[in-house]
């Protein structure tokens, strides 16, 4: 049997954004709070605005980043699933991602072609309740994804450029309840193919815009569920599900304010609306009980605004702020994504060490506002309570370098 998963990724949650994408791929847009799309001028505009590859310097350039974050327990107060008002923490979580990023030097006769490679980590992460009816609802919820976006680009003026690419994205995760003496023990995994667009314009030298698109990409899980049978022990059986990494549009313009500030104003709507439900199939024991289980989640509004501010020659400061919406009604709100709306603040720095070689560090902070919910909302999983203390802080080395 395959291993794994994205059952999980219709529950997994990550802290780092609304619903379980992470938008923070690489130092800088760790650094400008994701308000890096128009500005996008390293290695890494390969995968937040590939159009941007046109207009770089003809060094090939390669970019490595290490992302370290830190989700902070979920404290519940309320009833749920029958249980009467208690208290409830899920586990903090720590995870460690690397990226990397490659822009070829440009291509053809007239050099209007660039070529260019991300691979990363934009959605997954857990969430785990150790003990209780939180425990019986969500155990574990982990997913684990990887994509690898080759994209091409292509400068039809010396002001304007499009690029496309293809999205690779492998999927793997793992959902646990503890209900029945744990009778849900779902692993699976996945390949599954989307797309990304790109448009890159330059009105004058010092203000730019940028249109992207990345697509809908189902994540198709086929994988096991091993429980415990009364009679014949441990048993695993064949179980799959279909769950969306949702499409994202995104809309961005920067200024160039001084010869050395820059200042970027960025919206992004994430179409998670394509999340109508999860349906975890096992065909030994027909559907699961309870499923086809309702999401109905909803289109989210994002908006970021990033400053770069150029010290002499060689270092650059960022910082930045992002507001994200929840895309997680709150009758459909559970225990394995307990969502609400974000503020976000980051701070940042690069230092060029020579012509060649740049390194730098960046910070993010993410808090979430309590969300409670009441008996008049109708919450499928019979919860009337408040999740609180929701919070995140991801941390960024990056390092770049021109050959």
Known sequence: MKKLLLISVAAATTLMASGYKIPEQSLNATALAGAYVSNASTADAAYYNPANMAFMSEDKQLELNLMYIHLNPTDFEGSAGGVPSHTAQSASEDFVLPQIYLVSAPIGEDEDVRMGLSVNAPAGLSKQWPEGIEANMAKEFTLKVIEVNPTLSYRLMDNLSIAGGIRFVYSEGVVKTAAGGGNLDL?????????????????????????????????????????????????????????????????????DVTESTNIELTYERTFWSSYEEINIQIPAAGILPGMPDAKNWVDTNTVRLGLTQGVGETLDIMVGVAYDETPVPVETLGFELSDSDAVIASVGVRWAVNEKVDIGAAILYDTKSD????????????????????????ASFGLGYKF
């Open 187 to 255: 692993t699976g995994d996945s390949w599954d193919l989307g797309y990304n667009l790109a448009l890159a314009y330059k009105p004058l030298d010092m203000w730019a815009m940028a249109l992207t698109y990345r697509s809908d990409v189902e994540l198709t899980e086929e994988g096991g569920n091993t429980f415990i049978h009364p009679q014949y022990g441990q048993v695993t059986t064949p179980a799959s599900v279909s769950v969306p990494l949702p499409g994202t549009l995104t809309l961005a313009t920067d200024v």
């Open 371 to 394: 969300r409670t919910i009441e008996v008049s909302d109708n919450n499928t999983k019979g919860i009337n309570g408040t999740f609180s203390g929701s919070s995140a802080v991801l």
